[in-house]
């Protein structure tokens, strides 16, 4: 085949064309041939065929790509296997997981960063999603340009080129994240307010920290520095201290996606609700948390699960951000970056398979655990 | 009174709504901003929001590096060859659950729905592995043949709920008039929900040309890098002194297809569509 990886795309693509309409033809043929033995009427006989003609695709990329694929690495997960030996892979039972989950620091910490995330990003990415959701529920004239705006940031996305004008504005000394920081911080107010807002996250993430490393030393030191200095800034992408907080500072600028859904959940909000608490004299704050927040519990509880299954799954900022860079990439590993690194980066495809076992395993619980508590405190009555 | 509450209510209303379109839209401005300064300018002490001798020496440097360019051709290559094979497939496999009745659809679409619950992270491994056998690895061929299998089910959903609103009757009086399955598909439906195509494709665009993990894995060499490795590489973090106005070049370029996109898009996607996932 040519070695140009262009045209050698472009006779793979063809190829991946006929392949499909082959396949998908032959398993349509198979279906109406059964169809035909079981006596079914002509007319069945073609909805049969054309069913199965239309849905193949899915049906074998689902079968090459998904369930081959993870047989082999649920076998591979309780093997040794390394892609670059070319040794076969040895069966070593249960090794692999038990490692992870009892003896690899790397992985825990991917955990217990998983969980920061979870616990204090995920509530600010919804608290500013809601925000803007009801900022833009007012209807404004000029709506849609505010709509677009806030959507922006889901397109931008992770791509590198964004993650990379972040880098830029977090500088520590130079970035402009910080030089408004310390242009604000003149007015002593001000100053303290975000002077305590240092304090309280350096003193959690040096706790979280803690759990990681099996020693709270960081923690102790935080503390007994006290009170941050009037100087102080945060150190946002050069300290392990805040290399977690500088990610969420990420995913809460891109909470667009979650802030449509919460806008739907307000347009779903019947009006007449509004109208009449407003003629028994309930303020526009009353009413927010009495009424509408209420009929919202589904869009949060929608947008919990995905926040978490998102943060379960977050790759492109640690390893744009942090990667080569010890000991930032440690404080603020994620799950995937890990399985990244394990599989990729060391070859170690038996580790590998094994991290992404419980990765699916963690999404099932996560996703099992909220649709069971949600009706706790859900609401669904208006559905 | 009333009257001057109702002004001032308004009022604060656009301040924040300004305000918060300020800080969204700020690393986009600080992108374009950055570009055009020198590296001193980047790196100084001091605040500057705008460069007072812009240059577009960063540009014209840019053009040059034929990485940097080849690095864009290969985005480009991979993500219309994906995009078209990936949005076709869709489309047919939407077809199939939406407008033909078929025994054993029900089990198909509930699996098809399942796969919603894997992260595509858990099978990164294996698939790598398998491409390594047949030696795809330092070819394109892994980031854009596995979408030919209609890969992505949230989006065959959401394909499927458009396609099940247009009226059966329509079908059936194309049969009467001797139209095959697939001239309905081609002629018929398809024109009718070109407001979900449209959001289908804009998000697989998206999610193409910010893609970062599966061309890392499978890309080796710099001639066949895509914009966000080759970008990522741009950035090394031992380094001391980064070339941001380079760096910051790049970037504008790089988003500047995802804003043409967004911009046009905008009306499908900011509309309720999104929501469809949600209630069902």
């Not at chain 1, 923690?219 to 800034?233: C, H, Q, T, Y």
């Not at chain 1, 805040?242 to 891109?254: A, C, E």
């Not at chain 1, 608490?277 to 526009?284: H, K, L, T, W, Y």
Request: hydrophobic residues 55%; aromatic residues 16%; contains cysteine.
């Amino acid at each position: 085949m040519s070695t140009n990886p262009y045209i050698q795309l472009l006779i793979t693509v063809l190829l991946t064309i006929v392949f499909i309409a082959a396949s998908s033809y032959g398993i349509g043929a198979l279906a109406r041939w059964i169809a035909r033995l079981r006596g079914a009427k002509p007319s069945k006989q073609e909805k049969v065929f054309a069913g199965y003609l239309f849905a193949s695709p899915w049906i074998v990329g689902f079968l090459i790509f998904v369930v081959i694929p993870m047989g082999f690495s649920l076998y591979w997960s309780f093997t040794d296997y390394r892609v670059i030996s070319n040794e076969p892979p040895h069966w070593i039972g249960l090794a692999n997981y038990a490692n992870l989950l009892f003896h690899d620091s790397s992985f825990k910490a991917a955990l217990v960063n998983t969980l920061y995330l979870t616990v204090i990003g995920l509530p600010l990415e919804m608290a500013v999603a809601l925000f803007l959701a009801a900022l833009l529920n007012r209807k404004a004239k000029g709506e849609r340009i505010f709509r677009m705006a806030f959507y922006l940031p889901v397109i931008l996305g992770f791509n590198t080129a964004v993650l990379l004008a972040w880098r830029l504005m977090l500088n520590t000394g130079t970035g402009i994240i910080n030089q408004l920081w310390r242009a604000v911080s003149t007015f002593a107010p001000v100053s303290y307010l975000l002077r305590a807002g240092i304090y309280v996250q350096e003193v959690t993430a040096a706790f979280f920290l803690g759990i990681n490393n099996g020693t709270f030393n960081l923690l102790n030191k935080v503390i007994e520095a006290g009170f941050p200095a009037a100087n102080r800034v945060p150190g946002w992408v050069q300290s392990p201290l805040w290399s977690k907080m500088s990610v969420i500072l990420l995913i809460v600028w891109g909470c667009g996606q979650m802030m449509l859904i919460f806008l739907a959940g307000l347009n779903n909000v019947p009006k007449e609700l509004h109208e009449a608490a407003e003629v028994d004299g309930a303020s526009p704050m009353q009413r927010f948390w009495k009424i509408s927040f209420p009929l919202l519990t589904p869009y949060v509880f929608y947008n919990l699960i995905v926040g978490m299954i998102a943060s379960i799954q977050i790759f492109e900022p640690i390893f744009v951000l942090y990667r080569d860079n010890q000991p930032l990439v440690s404080s603020a590993i994620s799950i995937v970056y890990y399985l990244w690194q394990k599989s990729f980066s060391h070859f170690e495809i038996g580790y590998g398979a094994a991290i992404s076992w419980i990765i699916l395993v963690l999404i099932l619980i996560v996703t099992v655990i909220q649709f069971r508590l949600q009706n706790r405190w859900v609401n669904y009555d208006l559905y | 009174m009333k009257q001057t509450w109702k002004i001032i209510r308004s009022a604060f209303l656009y301040l924040m709504l300004t305000f918060a379109t300020v800080v969204m839209a700020f690393p986009l401005f600080w992108m374009i901003s950055s570009s055009l300064k020198t590296v001193e300018e980047t790196n100084s002490a001091g605040l500057i929001w705008v460069s007072p001798h812009p240059t577009i020496q960063a540009y014209l440097d840019i053009f040059q590096n034929t990485n940097f360019t080849r690095a864009y051709f290969n985005s480009v290559f991979y993500v219309t060859l994906a995009l078209f094979g990936t949005l076709i497939s869709i489309a047919a496999v939407s077809y199939a659950f939406s407008r033909i009745d078929w025994p054993g659809k029900n089990i198909v679409f509930f699996l098809m729905l399942s796969t919603m619950m894997i992260p595509s992270q858990a099978l990164i491994v294996p698939q790598y592995v398998f491409f390594n056998k047949i030696d795809w690895i330092n070819t394109f061929n892994p980031l854009v043949i596995p979408g030919y299998f209609a890969g992505g089910a949230a989006m065959v959903f959401l394909l499927r709920q458009s396609m099940q609103q247009i009226p059966r009757e329509l079908d059936e009086s194309a049969f009467v008039d001797g139209a095959n399955h697939f001239q309905i598909w081609w002629e018929i439906i398809l024109p009718l929900t070109k407001g979900s195509l449209a959001t289908v494709a804009t998000f697989l665009f998206v999610g193409l040309w910010n893609s970062l993990l599966t061309p890392l894995m499978y890309l080796q060499t710099v001639d066949r890098y895509t914009l966000p490795v080759f970008i990522s590489t741009l950035y090394n973090v031992n380094q001391t002194v980064q070339p941001w106005p380079t760096i910051m070049t790049a970037a504008v370029l790089t988003t500047i297809p995802l804003m043409v996109v967004f911009f046009f898009a905008q009306r499908y996607i900011l509309d309720s569509v999104v929501v469809s996932g949600l209630k069902g």
